[in-house]
């Protein structure tokens, strides 16, 4: 709605979704008469009477390997607003093979994401998460977020794709953006790129589009529960910034940022399993990415973070009591 408001000229929307009643909580490009309608056609008819200067095409159906290519081509700038990993890999590979920088943002429960990759020789998504993670986290209808997220997510998005267009400031190419809604903390974590992996994505481009959207990314879980960790021996590394309430008393912690982890590793227990976790799982999951692609392999996020474990230490206190 921003970009449309602010005069970008042309305006691609893929959607193969319908409106449903659950969207209109956050989704406020949409209202009670568009339920059962395609989103896609749904947002050109809403953003034309926003501004009637702009073309807009809306593609009513799935992005896939077969036909992203082809639509990527005829933009400038792409805007990744998917709400799962799959659709995300995808979008970074056809984008980096047609040359285009992609705006990223993600949004679970109170905490989002923004980066931009491809810009300019920076990094991609693969440089931030080199492989799809073995377990899919649900989607916000799934799981919940609150509401005004997506409003403030998709405006820093916006923001990024007026600052490439206009050539203003600097763009949040190299570095992830982490929103915490519940503190209105703001914190970023630098990424690099690197060259191998952007060489294999470029590499096949020739077999790219015989490949098929992967509904799932694997099996094996990513999470484990606080009885999982109680029943053998790890190290638990609560990556919350160090000023982050409350803190965990019960066990013992190494606490590492999520910002400086790729440079503390060596604090890491290799002979042990890695639990992490923050506050609410979300940049946990990052850190397990981020240590997989170090090839510290058995690591997993905590369910449900920190207040799992703080309610552990309170029923030890009722215990003791």
């Known amino acids: 709605m921003y970009l449309a408001a602010a005069g970008v000229g042309q305006l691609g ?73 799959p659709t995300r890999y995808l979008i970074n590979d056809a984008a980096l093979i047609c040359g285009k920088p992609v705006i990223y943002g993600a949004i679970f429960k109170f905490e989002g994401q923004v980066s931009v990759f491809n810009y300019q020789k920076g990094p991609s998504y693969r440089c931030l998460f080199e492989n799809p993670p073995k377990a899919a986290l649900a989607n916000c209808s799934e799981i919940g977020v609150l509401g005004v997220l997506p409003g403030i997510i998709g405006s820093m998005m916006a923001n990024e794709v007026l600052k490439i267009i206009l050539e203003l400031g600097n763009v949040l190419s190299g570095r992830v953006l982490l929103y915490e809604s519940l503190t209105s903390k703001i914190t970023t ?36 529960s606080v009885l999982e960790i109680l029943q053998q021996e790890v190290q638990l590394v609560d990556v919350r910034n160090l000023d982050e309430l409350p803190k965990v008393t019960s066990m013992e912690v190494t606490r590492i940022p999520l910002h400086e982890l790729e440079n503390r590793i060596n ?23 981020l240590l997989q692609g170090k090839n510290f392999m058995n690591c997993a996020s905590l369910r449900g973070g920190a207040q799992e474990l703080l309610n552990h230490q309170k029923n030890i206190v009722h215990e003791n009591t």
């Open 13 to 85: 929307i893929v959607d193969f979704d319908l409106v449903e009643e659950s969207n209109l909580q956050r989704q406020v490009l949409f209202g009670t008469s568009d339920l059962g309608n395609n989103k896609a056609l749904t947002a050109k008819k809403r953003l034309s009477d926003l501004n009637n200067t702009l073309t807009i095409d809306a593609f009513p159906y799935r992005l896939t390997y077969q036909n992203a290519l082809a639509l990527f081509k005829s933009y400038d700038i792409v805007v990744d607003g998917s709400d799962n990993y």
């Open 189 to 224: 974590i630098e990424i690099t790129r690197k060259e191998e992996i952007i060489k294999e994505v470029l590499q096949g481009k020739e077999t790219f589009q015989e490949q098929f959207n992967d509904p799932f990314c694997g099996a094996a879980p990513l999470e484990v």
């Open 267 to 289: 604090e890491l227990n290799p002979e042990k399993k890695i639990v992490l976790f923050c506050a609410t799982g979300r940049r946990s999951l990052m850190a397990v990415s």
